[in-house]
């Protein structure tokens, strides 16, 4: 037998799933000569406005040697079905770690730790200052309706982290063998299996649910404990080792905190745990400024996005709604704007994590099916930047100090009820208010309110979007005339970074303390988060 891989193989709209016939056809052989065809990855090419077509990248045996002769040249490679494990890897097994494991945060690295480590018989709790993601869901509906916020269980916190109520995008800038059995896990929880193969898999909030549900079973099943309505208070650290944590129960508001020992914390909290980057601070652990980036929200009606991207008369149908990836150099290239999460079909929402204060960010449901795109349009903040609103830029909690200032001043803006700062991009770029009653209309379920965003806003910020939305404009006609902005979007990622060894995951100076995902700074985006944690149990080795 001898092995080849085929790249980009072209299958019409309406045929997915088709490969076979289509490679046959591409190497002139009878579909039967073709052995042990597998897909390892495949798209939606839209490159050709108007005939988008799936494209696949498989492997395969045949009985013959294959010439790369013709139009199948370019997509034919000898190849090998050899592959890389993650029994084999060196670092397997490295890493003492006490036999008890505390794990604080029930997203995704959170989840993915604590399932990993119970499955090499270690004995985990894993500790959620938020609720069941079903209770959740009734917090978060009743905050849209009357506006009474709960810190503690919102868009950003509880089970299944900020990532619950997001896009619930799946892809990753590069795949490896982490995040590889993170979504073969995902499967065998319920999930399609195309996630393992989709080149941008997509599962949708109400998929997540369920998805969670099974996550939770298995914890329990194998013997872990999950205490939700608990949020970590404080930590003590004698000799350079973790030795204790306090943990108090937020569901009882005058319950008093407690002090249990601990040998092995591992740290999943998520990017908006400010409270724990304070403590940690307090604590001596080391923490390090990180780039990141703020904006706004846009939105625009799905199909101007579905026919500047795939084409006029494309039944979605088959293609699913139409997304959006753009950057450009901004404000003579010392700044740029780029779209981030964007949110096909979807809807928008307040994620603050702190009262008196605003944020948004955008998700959607598996069907996509909504009226209304929306995406971030975003610009990078690096540390030591200058040119920001605000005197404290450039130190340690400079970023988070930013953040903090934007959004008290959108809820002040918006009314303190919620209701977040809008404008059209037209006269965003005006710099003038809309007129009262002009605005679009918009799925942000706390309303809107008239604003001109440069009288608020982070001056340099609005510089470098006005830019970015006079370039996107070329990309996507219409982006400008029909665009809405819902500000601020400010929780991109997180500033600050807990400074780890990347070979042990655990703080350079605190032993015992191990930090992972995005709160940590290591990750952006569900997959590579669970990855995270996947990654410390595969290190980690029972000491005792």
Known sequence: ??????????????????????????????????????????????????????????????????????????????????????????????????????????????????????????QVDLYEQGKLVEERFRDIRRFFVNREFNAYSNVLYGEGGAGAFSDGKLNTRSRNLFSEAVLKDMVSFGVDESVVTFAKPHIGTDKLVLMLRQIRAEIARRGGKIHYSTTLEDIEIKDGRICGVKFRDVSSPNT???????????????????????????????????????????????????????????????????????????????????????????????????????????????????????????????????????????????????????????????????AAPAQTIKNFLAKREDRAGSLPKTTYPCGLVNCNMWDWMDKTICASLAEGFQNFDKKIPGFIEEGLIVAPETRTSSPLRITRNNDTLESVNTQGLYVLGEGAGYSGGIVTSAADGIRLAHFAKRSK
Request: glycine share 10%; net charge positive; with cysteine.
């Open 1 to 122: 037998m001898f092995t080849y891989r085929y790249r980009e193989l072209s299958v019409a709209l309406a045929k997915k799933g088709e490969y076979r016939a289509a490679l046959a056809r591409e190497l002139r052989v009878h579909p039967e000569e073709i052995f042990n065809l597998q897909v390892e990855r495949f798209s939606l090419d839209s490159r050709r406005k108007g005939d988008p077509k799936w494209s696949y990248n498989v492997i395969f045996d045949v009985k013959r040697q294959l010439r790369a002769t013709g139009n199948h040249a370019k997509g034919l490679v000898e190849a090998s079905r050899e592959t890389e494990s993650l029994e084999n890897d060196p670092q397997r097994n490295t890493v003492p770690m006490a036999g008890h494991v505390d794990v604080i945060g029930a997203g995704p690295s959170g989840l993915w730790a604590a399932l990993h480590l119970l499955r090499k018989g270690f």
């Open 256 to 418: 008093q905190g407690h002090w249990q020992p601990c040998e092995a914390l591992v740290l999943a909290v998520g990017h908006s745990a400010r409270s724990i980057y304070e403590m940690l601070h307090a604590r001596g652990v080391t923490l390090e400024s990180k780039a990141f980036a703020m904006g706004v929200r846009v939105e625009h009606p799905q199909m101007l996005i579905n026919m500047r991207q795939l084409g006029r008369d494309i039944d979605t149908k088959l293609t699913g709604a139409a997304e959006y990836f753009l950057a450009t150099p901004t404000l003579n290239k010392t700044s740029s704007a780029y779209s981030f999460c964007m949110c096909p079909g979807g809807v928008l929402v307040p994620c603050a994590s702190e009262p008196s204060t605003l944020a948004t960010n955008g998700m959607s449901y598996s069907s996509r099916n909504g009226a209304t795109a929306n995406g971030a349009i975003a610009v990078p903040i690096t540390p030591g930047a200058v040119g920001f609103d605000i005197k404290t830029a450039g130190t340690l909690f400079g970023g988070l100090d930013l953040q903090r200032k934007i959004e008290a001043d959108a809820y002040a803006v918006g009314g303190k009820n919620y």
